[in-house]
């Protein structure tokens, strides 16, 4: 079993950055691919960005250069830094550990709140 820990969120002006952290424990995750994805309220929960085990990145379009996903093995930890943020990207953001869909991943943590006031 794995378990994601996410920590990092908080409230945030417009325009303003934010690290979000994924730890895992129970298991390494260094050979699994890693995912932040979010629901804001009321709304479906969508994907942000995926990384491999290998370092690829896959990232949704609204991102645009804005996201960056990053992961540090020896810490099983990995990061979503999220810079010239806007109201919309409030959110509850969610890790998720093994891909199996697009959607659907075999570890999910609990999620961190980003509130980004206007």
């Known amino acids: 079993q794995v378990q994601l820990v996410e920590s990092g969120g908080g409230l945030v002006q417009a325009g303003g950055s934010l690290r979000l952290s994924c730890t895992a424990s129970g298991r390494t995750v260094n050979r699994f691919d890693m995912a932040w994805f979010r629901q804001a309220p009321e709304k479906e929960r969508e994907f942000v960005v995926r990384?491999?085990?290998?370092?690829?990145?896959y990232y949704a379009a609204f991102v645009k250069g804005r996201f960056t996903i990053s992961r540090e093995n020896a810490k099983n930890t990995v990061y979503l830094q999220m810079n010239s943020l806007k109201p919309e990207d409030t959110s509850v953001y969610f890790c998720?550990?093994?891909?199996?869909?697009?959607?659907?991943?075999?570890?999910w943590g609990q999620g961190t709140q980003v509130t980004v006031s206007s």
């Open positions: 998720a550990a093994g891909f199996r869909t697009d959607t659907e991943y075999d570890y």
């Open positions: 990384i491999s085990a290998s370092g690829d990145r």
